[in-house]
């Protein structure tokens, strides 16, 4: 009697293994649901790490962040695991992977050492209209990515700047944060999941570590502020980089990239809770019409 071959999974290939409780959870509950939660950490990172930059440096504080967020993954994805089973195609696109979350973290800090955060998101969300437009099909689609555009405007407050060398590290984190929206859609398509996420920032963190560790070093003589930069590298780089494979997965890449406009509201709400900041009636205009934009964009039928 021959015996049955079970054919392996994607995940299984790829050296993860099945998680039917996080996969009920990931697909029960609407992918705008893990981009919300992701768009409220992706500003609560960074509002944490400015205050941090005193004590360990710009390239400390990306330094740390990685770090963090490579060991709380390593062991949940095996990453050397993942990566020696994958095909060459599937190395490749992690290796690009890695690298983008490893520069893009390193100019973003460097960019809000300088510039002001909302020019430094201003300019981050340009790149973003570009990878939306790519995937607009129709005219709904241009009007509300027009609607949100402007109301993204609105809040933001563009701003330029004298300084060239920040705005060169803006610019630089702008081009790779389109990196990281269609490196990771097809990292979240290719059925790597999670753990590819888990691998590329292993691999961000071989990057980085000979560049940020020595501004580093004093947070380990430090607990509180040790404690502190892991907060921020859990909240900057381990939920919403999760949230993001998870909302990527299901969403169109266009629809993904027009989303974005709303993490100016995000960060204008942030500021109502945490800094006691109320927004005027320019922002709550702006805050209407992203709103508007994102509600009327109707999602592609394929990626």
């Given at each position: 009697?021959?015996?049955?071959?079970?054919?392996?999974?994607?995940?299984?290939?790829?050296?993860?293994?099945?998680?039917?409780?996080?996969?009920g959870l990931a697909t029960a509950l609407p992918p705008h649901v893990w981009f919300c939660v992701s768009a409220v950490f992706h500003y609560l990172g960074p509002a944490f790490a400015v205050l941090l930059f005193d004590q360990v440096g710009v390239l400390g504080m990306a330094w740390l962040r990685i770090a963090t967020a490579a060991l709380i993954f390593a062991p949940l994805t095996k990453p050397w695991?993942?990566?020696?089973?994958?095909?060459?195609?599937?190395?490749?696109?992690?290796?690009?992977?890695?690298?983008?979350?490893?520069?893009?973290?390193?100019?973003?800090?460097?960019?809000?050492?300088?510039?002001?955060i909302s020019l430094v998101a201003a300019i981050e969300f340009v790149g973003t209209i570009a990878?939306?437009?790519v995937g607009l099909r129709s005219r709904r689609n241009v009007a509300a990515l027009a609607v949100a555009v402007l109301g993204t405007l609105l809040l933001i407050d563009v701003k330029w700047s004298s300084d060239p060398v920040g705005l060169f590290?803006?610019?630089?984190n702008g081009a790779l944060f389109v990196g990281y929206i269609v490196i990771g859609h097809r990292v979240a398509q290719a059925g790597v999941g999670i753990a590819g996420?888990?691998?590329?920032?292993a691999i961000a963190f071989l990057i980085v570590l000979p560049i940020g560790f020595s501004e580093a070093v004093p947070a380990f003589s430090t607990?509180?502020?040790?404690?502190?930069?892991?907060?921020?590298?859990?909240?900057?780089s381990v939920i919403p980089y999760i949230c993001d494979q998870l909302a990527m997965a299901r969403l169109p890449r266009a629809s993904f990239a027009l989303m974005l406009s709303l993490l100016p509201l995000t960060a204008t709400l942030i500021g109502v809770i945490v800094l006691r900041q109320m927004p005027g009636f320019t922002d709550c205009l702006g805050i209407a019409l992203v709103i508007a934009g994102v509600a009327f964009h109707k999602p592609a039928a394929n990626t």
């Open positions: 009697m021959k015996a049955q071959t079970q054919t392996p999974t994607a995940n299984e290939a790829a050296g993860e293994a099945p998680r039917p409780a996080l996969s695991r993942v990566f020696a089973r994958a095909d060459r195609g599937r190395r490749l696109l992690l290796l690009a992977f890695g690298v983008c979350l490893a520069v893009m973290n390193c100019s973003f800090y460097l960019a809000l050492d300088r510039l002001p990878v939306a437009l590290w803006a610019f630089l996420l888990g691998t590329a920032m607990p509180q502020l040790l404690i502190a930069a892991i907060g921020v590298g859990v909240c900057s």
